[in-house]
């Protein structure tokens, strides 16, 4: 089991980036597909993007396709998610997830992120 940390979100203006970490603790983290999803304010929580657990296979909601960026460093038991070109859409409390089978088991406690225009 995995314990997850968030950090890096913040106040950008449109077309600006940010850089979101998670910091895993615990047993095996690259054994875990890492996910990160976001929740708007009256919305629900929908799938931003994930990496396998070598890193070598991401996929992404159309929604930020060519605009973020997921990376993982075993090593440093860290997944990051690279945001460019950030709209007000984007705006949101980002989470990030870890599973092992086809259900994300564990979350971290988010980090807000707002696009301002």
């Known amino acids: 089991q995995v314990q997850l940390a968030e950090s890096g979100g913040g106040l950008v203006q449109a077309g600006g980036s940010l850089r979101l970490s998670c910091a895993a603790s615990?047993?095996?983290?690259?054994?875990?597909?890492m996910g990160w999803f976001r929740q708007a304010p009256g919305k629900e929580r929908e799938f931003v993007a994930q990496?396998?657990?070598?890193?070598?296979?991401?996929y992404y909601a159309d929604s930020v396709k060519g605009r973020f960026t997921i990376s993982r460093d075993n090593a440093k038991n860290t997944v990051y998610l690279q945001m460019n070109s950030l709209q007000p859409e984007d705006t949101a409390v980002y989470y990030c997830?870890?599973?092992?089978?086809?259900?994300?088991?564990?979350w971290g406690q988010g980090t807000q992120v707002t696009v301002s225009s």
């Open positions: 990496i396998t657990w070598g890193g070598g296979y991401t």
């Open positions: 997830a870890a599973k092992r089978g086809s259900d994300w088991q564990t």
């Open positions: 615990g047993r095996a983290f690259n054994s875990y597909t």
